[in-house]
């Protein structure tokens, strides 16, 4: 046959094996430019610097 469980799994085990499944929320630091929380070693979406050096162009809006 093929691979079939020979018992129903309990919702309390389905549970256990899950719980590490969650998502957790992003770290942020503050920009050091302009003070927008941004994700640590990476560009601030908002001022487009990173380690106080210009990386893109401002953005118009």
Avoid: W
Avoid at 5 to 19: G, L, N
Avoid at 36 to 51: F, G, I, N, S, W
């Amino acid at each position: 046959m093929g691979a079939v469980p020979k018992k129903r799994i309990s919702s309390t085990r389905q549970a256990k094996r899950r719980m590490h499944d969650a998502l957790s929320a992003p770290h942020l630091v503050p920009c050091s430019n302009c003070g927008e929380m941004k994700r640590p070693h990476y560009m601030c979406p908002a001022c487009r610097t990173y380690d106080g050096r210009q990386i893109l162009p401002e953005f118009e809006e």
